[in-house]
């Protein structure tokens, strides 16, 4: 396969790709007007967006379709090994990922007009969305770890591309120090598993399944991934970077990370560990664990799985609860969503799988719009303190209402794409029976403890009297200068646009989830039977 | 055929809606919504084979349903499907009666009115939806929906220890919906149900295995019960009466509670007969605790609020027990008897928060003689407590009545147990007037004037309705009886 | 050609990654910890090549490909963790890790 | 036990011995020296194992490229190049942590072949044509991180005039 | 048709006690009519008028169906019963209008008093248990409402309390009686059952005792259950305890409620239950038993009380065991009889004691003294009701209690276990005539009061008298009512009904002697101790003090029941609201407490320092090792490796 043969399939990349050279070309020639650079990368996205979804056969679009649908989802003939695949689910993920790409971006353009960061910053977002791109459609351990290292190289610089504010600085440091562990863990893994399988190409590592001389190998080398994987979709014990980072880092890369990167180490989860971990109820024959005996060894990452997403979420709400910065606390709220989203992973039916994705997507308009709310509050001078925000919800209708919204989504409550996706998801514990029930409960559990944070958000803003109005005016916290104020008393167009967007999806796609659970389960159909 | 239900359901999101938006207007609105809901309700009660008139040859059933696919994959079909059955329509009838009475007694509210009459409202949409929705999605959604506006009811216009017992009361309910989501969504999936309509999960039942019955009605009941409550899960019950605002009382005790018993009958007693004939004799254990455990701490308590949150566990014991005896005659006395006590409790608690407002305490042993400075209260206190005390031609002597008699032919003296607390019951109440409303004044202040008119007519409501029901239960037990209940007539 | 045993090579990269493992979570200095991280990189590189030495299947020369495209990694990454340090050290005036503990609980 | 057995064994001594060397000397001018020692240690055993490419790539960009940077790191950062780090307290935690990984890899070790074999060798054509072909892929997603780094990194050091 | 009447509630305004007095007299006009038609026609009609609640049949539990109807039935036994209530009712209607004209709250009055009418009278034409239950409890709530009139009064509400809870131990016990008769005739009986025709009196020829099985230790727990009800109702031992309290209302409301008709009911439901439902033998006795001992036990407590009011209500009390007795014994009508008869003359001695209260503004025996002089028309009436009550001929009451000694003492020969309580109701004959004659001699004899601090004394207006004429004549040819043919036809009733012994004109003339005597005796007794003002005192050394106090404190039956009530009950009730409190709620509050210490103490793992991350990373790294190497195949080899 050349280069060039495949060029067509990744007109998405190809446009990001141009879209982030366009960026760096003008800023060599001084051009860093944001509303420009901004302009190019939402055009990008959203055209990589249209392209996308047309590849998933949505009629209105089928014009721009690349992918041409019999080449998706289709396994690939006995023994061959390619480095990548176009999975419908893939394809989901890809959408997923563009939207948070796109919501970020076009919060983005509210920044300060002349801020010098701007090419960077989109031409970043945009390298990093490829890498995401990448990432959905891999079928081999190297070309999904290097994708993601993509993602993360973006991302590590993303977090400190203000280069002035020490929190965004040390948040690249400790994120990088992690990160590159991680790398190091999944590498390695990478190379215990080359060494067992003699490939790392997924399908034939599937298909091997546990027929492979080097039985506890094959164990070390799926911890080692778990664990630089883990890394990424920030479970617990592996999180800690996950809190400094979401709190030090910019606004809106927070909302990035929290609400699009993270997302890819899910779908490695996936991708890796389908159907689930290799094949479910391969029985191996002899002595896998250190004492030997004979076990299961589908069952065995599953019950391990399984243990990390409860300790996840139960360890993420803890936290969270008592709380007093509001970042910190939607990051820790992030850490035990990412506990539900492994749930699914650890069941490995094509449902759980589903009500995973689905959960990834509600997560993806929460969060993201979370961290952009958190960025436009700040924008206007709220302080980081959740305290701050007292009165907000009725001083600002439009943070107020949609922030609300998102908190109540993440906490499940009905008519928002949470509760759904949370209830597609525990269906799908409930529907794969034996002990999986327990991941339901455990999971059920968590969301009743983690109301009680949201909640106290909701009090803060909506019951508490407004602080006295402080003395510097709206809008001065950006630049010391005194920039113009923005439109829409401070929080700019670009922003309240996204966040008007977020919340009626929230609102939309929880009274209706049909729209997209239809697309995503049977993509997950797909999925499972094409990768077993 | 109109699609009444769903016309009901859009006039209450409308009417909260626009109460939320009308600011110091929206007790207007309120009232407008609570009147439309009224008559819809009153035409859906009219529209109902049964009603008022009692006909043997009719064929019962859920009426007015509708059902449009809402979420379709291949392995979970949820439906938006409602509908109405006799039991359905009572519990209706009350919300609807409640919200009326409430929205009127609360017309003098003036703290941020447009959030309190949207709660209320928003409070009764979710009671609604529960009692209509025929789909197990639906249903949860619903009973979820009723908890965030208490929520807020109790923790932003309660009293002085709110924001804790509106936590408690949260963690409490929350849990235990919880745990019935696990029951309710094992239920679907281990029987094999087609989807999550009522029909589909019916039919499927049978299919499960007895012991999986025994734990899947032990989940459920466990959900049910906290909203009872029942003993021991009742502590969030008094914290909550106390702390909330007459209003959010009067929803609690009136329509939230009944929830755990609609669902104890739409659920665990119908769909799992195994399960529930294996739980009996706890059921029975659990409920007769809770009514001697209900009466005898009500007569310890000294805020009358708590009295009369005490005097419903005691009451929905009885419910529990008469629901537990799995007869036909225990049903309909349960449902009626929920029907009183959502009348009476209301009633009550309306009571003592005027009694809170004219006063300025609700402390039993410090007020005394109230009757001369507050004929009409110190009426509606007395017709609220002679009511829940079980007094002929008030509404909760039928009902009482019939669990009683059910209870005799189901379980023979075991009926002391409910007997003797009755006395208890009797010797509370009749304590709480003797040194509340009688005797020689003390702590009233000279100036105190009788009850202002919107309250004592959010109450007179309430009373009429006691009155009205007591002497025609055969209004209610028609609609009932017309349900498709196991075991019932013409099933 | 060469005669070898497997069993040392993983000896080797496991110690090396435990050295590296250890390095990363006892230096506080941030070259330190770079160079600790490069250490367990080798060990990851190591691996492939004597994996792909000692194949599993019939040939293994895809681990050799791996390996070169790793080191091409580890380099860019020592950059960019450099770039990050040398920003922070603009700010702070030090690159000891236990210096920039800003953000915490 | 063979000649090339012998030398792996001095090799791998060299390359455990620089690598704590590095990490636990109190210069970190040594430090560099020592890891450059390492990485040309690694060299060597690459070409014992009959990749020779990858020896002289590990020559080339570890011991060469990336010392020079970490070099270059420790100039940036320090007023004083020959200056000591300060002690820090080695715990017994990560130690501990050390060890416990290294028994759990080792006690893979035990199920792989323990008997002598040759070592698979392959022609540098061979592995470009690999590396340009069928894994193509891979040197194109290096590409792009090349390319997220080195934008990145170039902005991030560069002198702000703001 | 009756019930209708219960519309006089709306009296709001100072007419309106005429109003509620002018809808009581339509009501005795319809009563009287009633009866009159009854007596002229011996018969029964039932008119069942709606169906209260219904349950078609269902296969199991009630085959023939279920339901709860509200209906009317006129037999001899209620028309008389009507006769009483309505006519009485008028006229202490009338009479309130005069004793009650300077008290506030008038329209609670009337209202209440009326609702009381109008609850009486539907429970004496109720045609099933139920219902007759229904209007029971109604009753007894009228009561509650009108002893507490004066609720400023602390005594009068905890009396009022009182009587409600002691009624209400009564009514559990009817309740259980119901439902153990229901679950005899349930399904079986005339008209499939109690169960499809709701609990309704079939009267006549096929009453369900003949049942086959019956006769059995079911119907004789029911009977005594039944038996419980009457007695709380009508203050028999052991519930006797809340009427002499109950005086604390209104003397009118003594008059009607507490001597002529609530406290009747009991009797009332008594004399049904034997009719409809029947008793067993053991039943028999134990009502007997009741009759007979409170008979005699409530006159010796009226002996010594010095209050008027509670003299008259412990002779009520001992009046109607005379009533159980009969109904006991088997004769249903002649305790209705005696019934009849004892409204009239009780209902005159309160209204005179009433007009005596009026007049001096206490109740106390020994503060009066003298009246006569000022007031003769209400000496007079007390006199006759007295000598009605101790049974002197010709007054009503000795031709109906005499009825009674003389039908109990013709069936001794057949039930010889009845004779002790025969002897003690005979007994109660001189306890009788002593204890209300000394209440006459201390009001009325002598030269004035003893309390010179009483206002001087004078005659009601004449809506009082007229009453107390009324009810004089009332008392003084009641008992001759049984000389008339249609009389006589309410009180032979219908088929079944066990009436009075055809022989009564020539009852036991032994009997009759001795009994007169008896009361004579007790006459002349009174009249030794306390005739013409003199104050019997008993020294303080005396050997029947002890006896003395324990009458005075009314054997000490309240304080055993106020220790129940208050402290045993309201302890324990303490009890378990502090264990719901701290051990119950604790629970919960302990829980709270464990996740706000887990959050803080993980918080603290959160320390800043990326190595300490990276600590957590390799140590999870290691836990996935352990997880995957160790626990996961343990797990799965113990679970079956499924």
């Known amino acids: 396969m050349s280069v060039s043969s495949f060029a067509g399939p990744f007109v998405p990349e190809l446009v990001l790709l141009a879209g982030t050279l366009l960026i760096f070309l003008l800023d060599v020639l001084k051009v860093r007007r944001i509303e420009l650079t901004g302009g190019i990368a939402v055009a990008a996205t959203l055209a990589a967006l249209g392209v996308v979804v047309a590849d998933l056969g949505f009629a209105p679009l089928a014009f721009l379709a690349t992918v041409p649908a019999s080449q998706i989802d289709v396994a690939p003939a006995a023994g061959a090994a390619p480095l990548f695949a176009f999975t419908s689910f893939g394809l989901v993920f890809q959408a997923i990922f563009l939207l948070a790409t796109f919501f970020v971006a076009l919060a983005s353009v509210s920044r300060p007009s002349d801020e010098r960061g701007a090419p960077i910053f989109y031409g970043l977002l945009l390298l990093a969305t490829i890498g995401m791109l990448l990432v959905a459609i891999a079928s081999d351990l190297i070309f999904l770890l290097l994708a993601i290292e993509v993602v993360s190289i973006a991302s590590y610089l993303l977090v400190a591309y203000t280069r002035k504010d020490v929190r965004g600085l040390e948040a690249a440091m400790k994120f990088f120090v992690i990160g590159a562990l991680s790398t190091v863990l999944s590498f390695f893994g990478a190379s215990l598993l080359f060494g067992a399988y003699g490939t790392t190409n997924l399908y034939l590592i599937r298909a091997a399944g546990t027929a492979v001389g080097y039985p506890v190998l094959v164990l070390l080398g799926y911890g080692f991934l778990i664990a630089g994987l883990a890394f990424k979709v920030t479970l617990v014990p592996f999180h800690a970077w996950a809190v400094d980072v979401y709190d030090g880092a910019p606004d809106d890369v927070s909302a990035f990370l929290a609400g699009g990167t993270k997302k890819i180490g899910v779908f490695a989860f996936f991708l890796v560990f389908l159907g689930p971990v290799l094949a479910v109820g391969a029985v191996g024959s002899s002595g896998y664990g250190l004492f030997g005996g004979s076990v299961a060894l589908g069952a065995s990452f599953q019950i391990t799985l399984g243990a990390l997403a409860v300790v996840t979420m139960t360890v993420g709400n803890v936290l969270a609860l008592l709380q007093k910065e509001m970042k910190r606390m939607l990051a820790y709220s992030s850490i035990s969503q990412a506990g539900y989203m492994l749930i699914g992973i650890a069941i490995g039916t094509a449902p759980a799988l589903g009500g995973a994705t689905l959960q990834v997507f509600a997560h993806v308009l929460m969060k993201t719009g979370a961290f952009l709310v958190v960025g436009a509050a700040a924008a206007i001078g709220v302080g980081p303190l959740i ?13 107020g209402v949609s922030f609300a919204l998102m908190l109540l989504s993440l906490a499940g409550v009905p008519l928002t794409i949470g509760f759904v996706s949370k209830f597609v998801l525990f269906s799908a514990a409930v529907d794969a029976q034996g002990w999986f029930i327990w991941l339901a409960v455990a999971g059920l559990l968590n969301s009743a403890l983690s109301v009680f944070y949201y909640a106290r958000v909701l009090k803060v803003m909506f019951f508490d009297a407004a602080p006295a109005p402080a003395g510097a005016p709206a809008g001065s916290v950006v630049g010391g200068a005194g920039p113009p104020a923005l439109p829409l008393g401070g929080i700019g167009y670009g922003r309240a646009a996204s966040l008007a967007i977020i919340a009626a999806l929230i609102v939309a796609f929880g009274i209706y989830p049909q729209a997209v659970l239809g697309a995503i389960q049977s993509a997950a159909y797909h999925f499972v039977t094409v990768g077993a | ?127 609604f939806g529960v009692f209509v929705a025929l789909d197990v999605l639906l249903f949860f959604l619903f009973w979820e929906a009723v908890l965030v506006p208490m929520f807020f009811l109790i923790g932003y216009w309660g009293g002085p220890n709110r924001r804790y017992a509106a936590l408690k009361f ?85 329509l939230l509670l009944k929830l755990g018993g609609y669902g104890l009958i739409r659920w665990a007693v119908e769909v799992l007969p195994h399960g529930f004939h294996s739980a009996q004799p706890l059921l029975f254990l659990i409920a007769f605790i809770t009514i001697v455990w209900g009466s005898v701490l009500s007569l310890a308590q000294r805020d009358l609020k708590r009295l009369v949150a005490y005097s419903s566990i005691n009451h929905m014991g009885i419910v529990l027990l008469a629901i537990a005896l799995d007869s036909s005659l225990g049903l309909l006395a349960a449902v009626l008897l929920m029907f009183a006590h959502g009348i009476v409790s209301g009633l009550l608690f309306m009571a003592s928060g005027s009694v809170h407002h004219q006063y300025g305490t609700r402390d039993i042993s410090s007020l005394g003689g109230i009757t001369p400075s507050a004929p009409a209260l110190s009426t509606m206190i007395m017709a609220g407590s002679l009511a829940s005390l079980g007094l002929p031609a008030l509404i909760s002597f039928p009902a009482e009545f019939t669990a009683f008699l059910a209870t005799w032919n189901g379980l023979g003296y075991w009926v002391l147990i409910p007997l003797v607390v009755l006395v208890v019951t009797a010797g509370f109440y009749l304590w709480m007037m003797q040194r509340m409303l009688f005797g020689e004044k003390k702590g009233v202040p000279l100036d105190v004037h009788d009850v202002p008119w919107y309250e004592g007519a959010g109450m007179g409501l309430l009373v009429a309705l006691t009155v009205l029901f007591g002497i025609l239960p055969s209004l209610l037990v028609n609609v009932i009886v017309n349900s498709p209940i196991r075991g019932w007539p013409g099933t | ?46 691996n492939f090549v004597y994996f792909a030495a000692f194949p599993a299947g019939t040939s293994g020369l895809s681990g050799q490909s791996i390996a070169v495209v790793l080191v091409g990694f580890a380099a860019t990454e020592v950059a960019v963790g450099l770039a990050i340090v040398l920003a922070l050290n603009r700010l702070k005036g030090t690159i000891n890790v236990a210096r920039a503990t800003e953000l915490k609980e | 036990m063979s000649l090339e057995e012998l030398a792996f064994l001095a090799l791998a001594l060299v390359a455990i011995g620089t690598a704590t060397a590095a990490l636990l000397v109190r210069e970190l001018v040594h430090t560099i020296l020592w890891i450059a020692i390492f990485f040309v240690d690694l060299s060597a055993i690459y070409f014992l ?39 820090t307290g080695i715990g017994p935690v990560p130690v501990a942590l050390a060890v416990v990984t290294f028994i759990f890899l080792a006690s893979a070790l035990g199920e792989l072949p323990q008997s002598t074999t040759a070592v698979q060798s392959y022609d540098p054509t061979a592995l470009s044509q690999n590396l340009f072909g069928p894994n193509g892929p891979w040197l194109l997603l290096l590409g792009l991180i090349m390319l997220a780094g080195v934008a990145g990194a170039i902005y991030l050091v560069r002198e702000g005039r703001e | 048709m009756i019930v209708g009447f219960a519309g006089t509630r709306l009296g709001r305004l100072e007419w309106g006690g005429w109003v509620a007095v002018a809808f009581s007299a339509a009501a005795m006009v319809l009563g009287v009519l009633i009866a009159v038609g009854e007596a002229m026609s011996p018969g029964t009609y039932t008119n069942v008028q709606f169906t209260w609640l219904h349950l078609a049949p269902a296969p199991g539990a009630f085959p023939n169906g279920f339901s709860l109807v509200m209906g009317t039935l006129v037999d001899p036994l209620s028309s008389l019963m009507l006769v009483v209530v309505t006519v009485v009712g008028f006229l202490v209607m009338l009479y309130s209008i005069g004793y009650m004209h300077h008290d506030h709250g008038l329209p609670r009055y009337y209202a209440e008093l009326s609702l009381f009418l109008a609850s009486m009278t539907g429970l004496v034409l109720a045609n099933n248990l139920l219902e007759f239950f229904l209007f029971w409890e109604l009753v007894g709530v009228c009561s509650y409402f009108l002893i507490g009139f004066y609720y400023e009064k602390p005594s009068a509400a905890s009396a009022a309390k009182e009587a409600f809870l002691v009624t209400r131990v009564g009514d559990v016990l009817f309740l259980l009686g119901i439902f153990l008769y229901f679950s005899v005739y349930a399904t079986a009986g005339p008209n499939g059952g109690w169960a499809a025709n709701g609990f309704v009196f079939v009267h006549g020829a096929s009453p369900f005792l003949p049942l086959p099985g019956a006769n059995t230790p079911t119907l004789t727990i029911a009977g005594l259950l039944i038996l419980g009800g ?88 001992s009046q109607l065991g005379y009533m159980v007795l009969a109904i006991g014994a088997g004769f249903a009508m002649v305790g209705l009889y005696h019934l009849f008869t004892h409204a009239f003359f009780k209902a005159l001695l309160f209204l005179a004691a009433g007009s005596v209260i009026h007049a001096v503004g206490t109740q106390d025996l020994f503060k009066m003294g003298g009246l006569k002089k000022h007031m003769r028309l209400t000496a007079a009436a007390f006199a006759i009701g007295g000598l009605a009550l101790a049974g002197i001929p010709p007054f009503a009451g000795f031709w109906s209690k005499d009825d009674i000694l003389g039908s109990v003492y013709s069936v001794l020969g057949t039930h010889p276990d009845y004779w002790p309580f025969f002897l003690l109701a005979f007994a109660a004959v001189f306890l009788t005539a002593y204890y209300i004659f000394r209440a006459w001699f201390l009001a009325f004899s002598g030269d004035g009061p003893r309390d010179p601090s009483l206002p001087t004394p004078h005659e009601g207006p004449w809506v009082m008298q007229v009453p107390l004429v009324v009810l004089s004549a009332m008392a003084v040819v009641a008992g001759l009512f049984v000389f008339f043919p249609g009389f006589q036809n309410l009180l032979l009733g219908g088929a079944g009904l066990p009436g009075i012994p055809p022989t009564f004109t020539t009852t036991d003339l032994a009997l009759s002697a001795v009994s007169v005597g008896l009361g004579a005796g007790g006459i002349g007794l009174a009249w030794s101790l306390w005739g013409n003002g003199r104050v019997f005192v008993l020294s303080e050394t005396s050997a029947i003090q002890p006896v003395r106090r324990l009458l005075l404190n009314r054997y000490y039956f309240k304080v055993g029941y106020d220790w129940i009530g208050l402290r045993a009950v309201y302890t324990i009730s303490r009890a378990a609201d502090f264990f719901d409190r701290f051990v119950i709620d604790g629970a919960v509050r302990g829980l709270e407490r464990i996740f706000a210490a887990g959050s803080n103490r993980l918080r603290s793992i959160q320390t800043g320092l990326v190595s300490d991350y990276a600590a957590y990373v390799v140590g999870g790294l290691l836990a996935l090792f352990v997880m995957l190497l160790i626990v996961g195949p343990y797990l799965l080899a113990r679970l079956g490796g499924s």
């Open chain 2, 170 to 254: 949260f963690i409490y309910t929350h849990v235990a919906s919880i745990v019935m989501l696990v029951g309710l969504l094992a239920l679907v999936f281990y029987s094999g149900a087609t989807s999550l309509d009522f029909s589909a999960v019916y039919a499927a039942a049978g299919n499960l295995a007895p012991v999986v019955q025994t734990f899947l009605f032990l989940a459920l009941f466990f959900g049910f019960a906290v909203k009872f409550p029942v003993v021991p899960f009742h502590t969030w019950l008094p914290d909550a009466h106390v702390e909330a605002p007459t209003g959010g009382s009067v929803l609690l005790a009136g």
């Open chain 1, 387 to 399: 305290d701050d925000w007292r009165g907000l919800g009725l001083k600002r209708p439009l943070l």
């Open chain 3, 1 to 46: 050609m060469t005669d070898l045993s497997l069993p040392g090579f993983l000896a080797l990269s496991a110690a090396l990654f435990g050295i590296g493992v250890f390095g990363i979570l006892t230096r506080r200095n941030f070259i330190l910890l770079l160079i600790s991280i490069e250490i367990a990189m080798n060990a990851v590189i190591l």
């Open chain 4, 49 to 87: 194992l009959s990749a020779p490419f990858l020896g002289v790539l590990q020559l080339g960009v570890y011991a060469g490229a990336v010392t020079i940077l970490l070099l270059f790191g420790i100039m940036t950062t320090r007023k004083r190049i020959f200056s000591r780090e300060a002690v």
């Open chain 5, 230 to 317: 009457a007695a709380g109702k009508s203050a028999q031992f052991p519930l006797h305890v809340w009427l002499p309290d109950a005086m604390e209302g209104p003397t009118t409301v003594s008059a009607l409620i507490h001597a002529a008709t609530m406290v009747a009911a009991g009797v009332y439901l008594l004399a049904v239950a034997s009719v409809f439902l029947g008793f067993t033998p053991t039943d028999q006795l134990a009502i007997v038993a009741v009759g007979g001992f409170t008979a005699f036990f409530a006159a010796t407590m009226a002996v010594v009380h010095p209050d008027i009011k509670r003299v008259i209500a412990y002779s009520t009390i």
């Open chain 2, 1 to 127: 055929m109109l699609p009444l239900i769903s016309i009901v359901l859009a006039t209450l999101l409308l009417g909260t809606v626009g109460t939320f938006l009308a600011g110091s207007r929206a007790r207007w609105v309120a009232l407008g919504t609570s009147a439309v809901f009224l008559a819809e309700v009153a035409l859906l009660l009219a529209s109902y084979p049964g009603w008022p008139g009692y006909s043997s040859s009719l064929v019962p059933g859920f009426s007015d349903t509708e059902t449009y696919s809402w979420i379709s994959v291949a392995w979970l079909h949820v439906d938006y499907a409602v509908g109405v059955d006799g039991i359905s329509l009572i519990f209706i009838l009350l919300t609807a009666i409640l919200q009326v009475a409430t929205v009127v007694y609360s017309w003098g509210e003036t703290h941020r009115p447009a959030g309190y009459f949207g709660l209320v409202l928003l409070t009764c949409l979710g009671c």
